[in-house]
């Protein structure tokens, strides 16, 4: 099956900690995003990466980090300097980012909640 | 600033109904546009997408697309109470995707 997964689905945090959220894709995609949704509101574009190793910041990066080794993965660390960071956080991937009709599509979600 | 707006509803309709949803975009540049259903606690899917003037149909969902107006608009005819979800409206800008709030819809039984 291709598509795209995240783990895990539901992340509990303590202040101060550093988690990780993983995304994953077997679609060849070249471009990765990660998404963060609040209660009631759209899609907040965090970090997008169009290429391994190359990764830029998107509107809200601020206390959080990534990384792109590899095609496949693009893992989000949400540091102990997002003050806020208790939502949904979505990855999505896309064919080729640089396309005006470059399509994305979503994982399924990680759930982080701040204790 | 690239905006997205919606309607955030809620827009009930009774089960049969047509369901019109609409979204404005800012930037006359955009030549891509779309529409995803996402369920309540799930993530997005993409239901329709529309790059030409006037209207694209997929089954029961038309989207309607105006660049002139800068308007996008989907059209679910035969409403399910299955359809009752948020609707994201997402525009292309190029090198992102910029989302609106999107709107919720209630079919009611």
């Known amino acids: 099956d291709g598509g795209i997964t995240q783990s895990p689905k539901y992340l509990f945090r303590k202040e101060g900690q550093n988690v990780t959220l993983s995304c994953e894709q077997n679609?060849?995609?070249?471009?990765m995003y990660w998404y963060r949704q609040d209660p009631g509101q759209g899609l907040r574009l965090i970090y997008y990466?169009?290429?391994?190793?190359?990764?830029q910041k998107g509107d809200i990066a601020e206390g959080y980090s990534v990384s792109r080794e590899k095609k496949e993965s693009f893992p989000l660390t949400v540091t102990s300097a997002q003050k806020n960071p208790t939502a949904f956080y979505l990855c999505?991937?896309?064919?080729?980012?640089?396309?005006?009709?470059?399509?994305?599509?979503f994982g399924p979600g990680t759930r982080l909640t701040v204790l | 600033q690239k905006e997205v707006e919606q309607n955030s509803g809620p827009l009930s309709v009774p089960e049969g109904a047509i369901a019109s949803l609409n979204c404005t975009y800012s930037?006359?540049?955009?030549?891509?546009f779309f529409w995803y259903r996402q369920y309540s606690g799930k993530s997005p899917e993409l239901i329709m997408s529309?790059?030409?003037?006037g209207d694209k149909e997929d089954g029961r969902f038309t989207a309607q697309l105006n660049k002139a107006s800068q308007y996008v608009s989907l059209l679910i005819r035969d409403s399910q109470p299955s359809d009752s979800a948020t609707y994201l409206c997402?525009?292309?800008?190029?090198?992102?995707?910029?989302f609106g709030p999107g709107t919720r819809l209630s079919v009611l039984p």
């Open positions: 999505a991937s896309s064919i080729w980012s640089l396309s005006p009709f470059d399509t994305q599509y």
């Open positions: 679609l060849n995609h070249d471009a």
């Open positions: 990466s169009q290429i391994v190793n190359d990764f």
């Open positions: 930037d006359r540049v955009s030549q891509s």
């Open positions: 529309i790059y030409s003037n």
């Open positions: 997402a525009v292309n800008y190029g090198q992102n995707f910029v």
